[in-house]
């Protein structure tokens, strides 16, 4: 019985987060009540407060799903202090882009947060969170980069800050424009070319 009850609760929050992450994708964020996620759903409100404590737990959850590979690619990256820095950002960034590419749920929970996502109050917590991976992924590649730096293949004039900052926004501005025009490239095949292209302009020559 409490195997089943256990799987039955799981099954719900799945249910949840489904419907809130199709929600949040066609209407955004802010036009999405937490009413309408219990229709859609199939449950009632009350199911979504036995789970979540807010709309920003109950999307900060939903990223949970899609973070998780990335989050564990850079712990890899960073406790690998003895690979070749530049192979390592390039794998890990092509590894990411095509991760994107080759997954709809990734697509669509990442063009929330990019186009769908206004930043708004009752969202805080959600957006703070968001904003602490960002520096986390930040603070991840300038180590590599001082890694590079300290090996001598790191351009010369630029920092490890400034490179990372560079890569974080250039990989950035990668999603944000595929995730609304698709059609532009092929992202899973042209993604280690991409990635390359940065990495050579960081690169000591």
């Keep these: 019985m409490v195997r089943r009850t256990k799987a039955e609760a799981e099954s719900t929050r799945a249910a949840i987060l489904d419907a809130a992450e199709v929600l949040f994708f066609q209407h955004g964020v802010s036009r999405t009540t937490l009413e309408k996620i219990a229709v859609a759903a199939n449950v009632t409100r009350g199911a979504i407060y036995w789970h979540f404590e807010n709309k920003a737990d109950l999307f900060n959850a939903m990223m949970e799903r899609v973070r998780l590979p990335f989050q564990t690619m850079l712990t890899e990256l960073d406790n690998d202090t003895n690979a070749e820095p530049f192979a390592q ?34 969202l805080n917590p959600a957006v703070t969170k968001q904003d602490e991976l960002d520096a986390q992924t930040v603070a991840v590649m300038q180590r590599a980069f001082e890694r590079a730096a300290a090996a001598g293949t790191l351009r010369e004039g630029v920092s490890p800050a400034l490179a990372a900052n560079a890569m974080h926004m250039y990989v950035g501005g990668i999603i944000s424009n595929f995730l609304l025009r698709p059609q532009q490239c092929d992202l899973q095949q042209h ?15």
């Design 89 to 122: 950002l390039q794998q890990l960034f092509t590894n990411g882009l095509q991760l994107i590419a080759a997954s709809e749920q990734k697509q669509r929970v990442l063009t929330i947060v990019f186009h769908r996502c206004e930043y708004i109050d009752e």
């Design 191 to 205: 993604a280690p070319a991409l990635i390359n292209t940065m990495l050579q302009g960081l690169k000591n020559p």
